[in-house]
């Protein structure tokens, strides 16, 4: 009996992918006013294809717009912009234990 293989993404394909999602979220972001769930989804796709210096703005905007304004985002998405900031500057090393 044979075995079907599934293919194997390269890690070129697999960066490209990423960023064209993030380059999709953040102009549906745009299109829509500046979702901060957009954002943010555009912010974790930059930093899983090591766009860092791009993935950490995004987050710090997501971050300064919520401090001007309360209603923008709501307090689970501000702190997972936060934690993505803590996890580029290295300061969030220990993996996260699902409870």
């Not at 979220?25 to 860092?52: F, I, K, Q």
């Not at 209603?71 to 290295?90: F, M, N, S, T, V």
Request: glycine residues 6%; negative net charge; contains cysteine.
């Amino acid at each position: 009996m044979k075995f079907m293989q599934t293919p194997v993404e390269s890690t070129s394909a697999r960066i490209s992918r990423l960023r064209r999602i993030a380059e999709r979220a953040e102009r549906d972001c745009a299109a829509s006013g500046g979702r901060p769930d957009l954002l943010l989804r555009a912010a974790l796709h930059h930093h899983a294809a090591g766009d860092l210096d791009i993935a950490r703005e995004q987050a710090e905007m997501l971050i300064d717009r919520a401090d001007n304004d309360p209603e923008y985002a709501p307090l689970w998405l501000i702190r997972q912009a936060r934690d993505l900031i803590a996890r580029i500057d290295g300061l969030d090393d220990a993996p996260r234990i699902a409870g």
